[in-house]
Nanobody
Framework: QVQLVESGGGLVQPGGSLRLSCAAS????????IGWFRQAPGKEREGVSY????????YYANSVKGRFTISRDNAKNTVYLQMNSLKPEDTAVYYC????????????????WGQGTQVTVSS
């Protein structure tokens, strides 16, 4: 079965850290760009971070720049999102998506989409 599975979400206090994982099954991520997106209740979906298939290019939304880091381990078929200095406004369901073309991800397209993992930042 071809799918993306996110994990690593949870409840964390403001200022804390979480690392999200996006694991692929049924296909290899080597040739795919990956994006992390999030959606909070009542808000539009937001692109958080992107990484090219080679890992050589990364992009971040201004709201997370300097706090989040995207990386990939193709040997483990997994992409990560390290989230530091978390704020209550980071609370959302986080999704990962894969596309053969980074440009498609940046414009909202995707080949595969995960089921999401909840991140809640609260004291």
């Amino acid at each position: 079965q071809v799918q993306l599975v996110e994990s690593g979400g949870g409840l964390v206090q403001p200022g804390g850290s979480l690392r999200l994982s996006c694991a692929a099954s049924g296909f290899t991520l080597d040739y795919y760009a990956i994006g992390w997106f999030r959606q909070a209740p009542g808000k539009e979906r937001e692109g958080v971070s992107y990484i090219s298939s080679s890992g050589g290019d990364t992009y971040y939304a201004n709201s997370v720049k300097g706090r989040f880091t995207i990386s990939r381990d193709n040997a483990k078929n997994t992409v990560y999102l390290q989230m530091n200095s978390l704020k209550p406004e980071d609370t959302a369901v986080y999704y990962c998506a894969a596309d053969s073309w980074l440009a498609n991800l940046l414009s909202g397209g995707y080949d595969y989409w995960g089921q999401g993992t909840q991140v809640t930042v609260s004291s």
